[in-house]
């Protein structure tokens, strides 16, 4: 925390259990910490006290975290305030970061991420000057929440989308093919100023070269064989609105130049005509494609590289995102079941387990064909693994009892926490807390537990007893929130 002593914190939860907790987590010398159970109280206080920094559930009684962000900076476009929740969907995440939340944290996370959001949030603020673009409101309501996602990457992907929305920056978005790229540049625009107007994609690789520039630009009649009329351009057709370009990675040279035409001045002309038009797009690309390594075999402008590289979003793919898989199936089989009479339909446990056990090498895409094919021929409403038609190439990772998947989910979660952590030396703590693990599993034998590591038991001793900690950290960062125990109790 810094040192200045008149450093006043907000936090609000209709929980007083973990109003407790957070307050005793974050206290520190010459840090003074209010809390309040309803939004409207946190926020005349807030006002009254000139406070630093707001921290807020998003569910709140009778009101909620989003609505309180929202008219603080209305009031105020410089506070500082952090979101919460152990419920947060997609849309408020983005609506969040959108309507310039400084961070939006799972509650079940905060006690590995709290102090360290806070310390930054407090570290910034002088520095932080926050200009925003809001000329449309985006009502929440109207968001449909169709972009799932509760793993830590994808809540970064989200945090983006909310930022970004915000400007009229060129965005990159990369990842495998399925992952989830055009869902995503709809979600920008659908948040940005330019909702009202059309968003408009392309995927390049579906249009042959020689009508790509005429797909984009138009075309005047009689410029080519074909060209029986004149031709608007998608350029001109989604003016005032967002144009998104899949795979652009396989775009035609000549095509490069013109596109970074538009980039650099904002105007263009058809094929066939020396009138030059102006245009007012948003440009959003996409590319499962190494951009750099096409840059450097001549395929790909370098200028035009960087143009559209401005702020870039990367969608990992659905493997290294495993807890998300039970999520978005759960999700595509509401929606279809949804959509036909009948009951209802679920997954066995075991089928859930399957599914998080394949690799998924088409992404979400898959999953969702995969549910798809078998809602469609499962007789029941109940869907079985021997219901669900698994490709042979993501098989060969599975695991019955899952528990590959889960050490890889909980290794992967160890290193994001890890990260934000300075105070914990990793690979120690893991040596000493796996080494203490298996030192009581063998009855405190030395020699069967170092046997059975693979070290001698000298480094077996010195693993025991490391302080692998820089600070003593560790263990108030890895305390759990009352709210988190309570939400754990009851899952
Ligand atoms: N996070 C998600 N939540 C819900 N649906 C998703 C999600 N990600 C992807 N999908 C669905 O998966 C399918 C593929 O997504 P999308 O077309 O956006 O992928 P892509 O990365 O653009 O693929 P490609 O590179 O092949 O163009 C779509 O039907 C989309 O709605």
Redesign the pocket.
């Known amino acids: 925390m810094p040192d200045n002593p008149d450093t006043h914190l907000i936090i609000v939860d209709p929980d007083t259990d973990f109003l407790a907790w957070a307050a005793a987590h974050l206290k520190a010398p010459g840090v003074s910490i209010s809390t309040f159970e309803r939004g409207e109280d946190a926020l005349a206080s807030y006002v009254k006290k000139r406070a630093d920094l707001l921290l807020s559930e998003v569910r709140l009684n009778g009101s909620n975290g989003i609505e309180l962000l929202k008219r603080l900076r209305q009031t105020d476009p410089q506070s500082m305030v952090i979101l919460f929740s152990g419920t947060a969907t997609t849309s408020h995440v983005i609506e969040a970061m959108r309507l310039g939340a400084y961070d939006v944290l799972a509650k079940e996370r905060l006690p590995y991420e709290l102090r360290t959001v806070v310390e930054s949030a407090l570290s910034s603020i002088e520095a932080r000057k926050v200009t925003r673009a809001q000329n449309a409101e985006v009502p929440t309501e109207s968001i449909q929440e ?4 509760r793993s830590p990457p ?1 809540q970064e992907v989200f945090k983006l989308i909310g930022r970004v929305s915000r400007s009229d920056a060129p965005v990159m ?1 990369t ?12 979600a920008i625009h659908k948040f940005s100023p330019r909702a009202q107007k059309e968003f408009v994609a392309i ?1 390049i690789t579906a249009i042959p070269d020689n009508l790509l520039e005429s797909e984009i630009f138009g075309h005047e009649k009689g410029s080519f064989t074909g060209a029986v009329n004149q031709r608007v351009g998608r350029f001109e057709q989604c003016d005032g609105g967002t144009l998104f370009l ?2 652009i990675g396989d775009m035609p040279l000549a095509v490069q130049s013109k596109l970074l035409r538009v980039l650099q001045e904002g105007q263009y002309s058809r094929v066939g005509s020396n009138q030059t038009l102006k245009t007012d797009v948003r440009v959003l690309a ?1 590319t ?1 494609k190494n951009l750099e390594e096409e840059v450097a075999k001549g395929n790909f402008r370098e200028d035009l590289f960087y143009r559209l590289n401005v702020v870039r979003i990367h ?1 990992p793919p659905l493997r290294e995102r495993r807890e ?1 898989v039970r999520l ?1 199936a759960e ?2 089989l509401h929606r279809l079941s949804s959509r036909r009479r009948g009951p209802q339909m679920r997954f066995t446990d075991d089928a859930l387990d399957m599914l998080d056990a394949y690799d998924w090498p088409g ?3 898959e ?2 064909n995969t549910i798809q094919r078998a809602c469609a021929l499962c007789n029941s409403d109940v869907l079985l693994p021997s219901d669900i038609p698994l490709g042979s190439k993501g098989a060969r990772h599975m695991d019955p009892s899952s528990t590959v998947t889960r050490m890889r989910d909980a290794l992967s979660m160890l290193v994001s926490v890890a990260e934000k952590t300075p105070d914990i030396e990793l690979l120690p703590w893991v040596e000493r807390e796996l080494s203490r693990l298996a030192y009581r599993h063998f009855g405190e034998d030395a020699d069967r537990t170092a046997k059975f590591l693979g070290v001698n038991t000298e480094a077996l001793q010195s693993h025991l007893s490391a302080p692998a900690v820089k600070k003593a950290a560790v263990d108030s960062q890895l305390s759990t929130p009352p709210a988190a125990k309570k939400a754990k109790k009851a899952s």
Request: aromatic fraction near 6%; include cysteine; glycine fraction near 16%.
């Open positions: 169709t972009i799932i996602g994808m978005i990842g495998e093919s399925g992952c989830g790229k055009e869902l995503v540049a709809g995927n899949d795979e996409a499962n969608i998300d978005l999700f595509f992404n979400v895409r999953l969702e």
